[in-house]
């Protein structure tokens, strides 16, 4: 008999600012600090723009790319 456990890898530190998506509503936010941070990409109820503190539970990191622009 064979028994081989796998340990997930542990996640990396967030170190601020960052950029994080939504798990719920797709919006990216630039956070400044922990629970801190502004929408830089709209999704849900949340716009564009908003400024608030968030429930991180929700977020994972955005490996993407955000373009702002003053169209």
């Known amino acids: 008999m064979k028994s081989i456990i796998e340990h997930a890898q ?13 798990t719920r509503s797709g919006a990216v936010v ?3 600090a922990i629970s ?8 849900g109820d949340n716009i564009l723009g908003e400024y608030s503190t ?5 977020f994972e990191p955005f ?3 955000i373009t702002l622009s003053n169209d």
């Open 36 to 43: 801190t941070g502004t929408c830089v990409h709209a999704g």
């Open 54 to 58: 968030w429930a991180m539970s929700n």
């Open 30 to 32: 630039l956070f400044t």
């Open 10 to 22: 542990k996640k990396p530190a967030i170190t601020y600012p960052c950029l994080m998506k939504s």
């Open 63 to 65: 490996n993407g790319a």
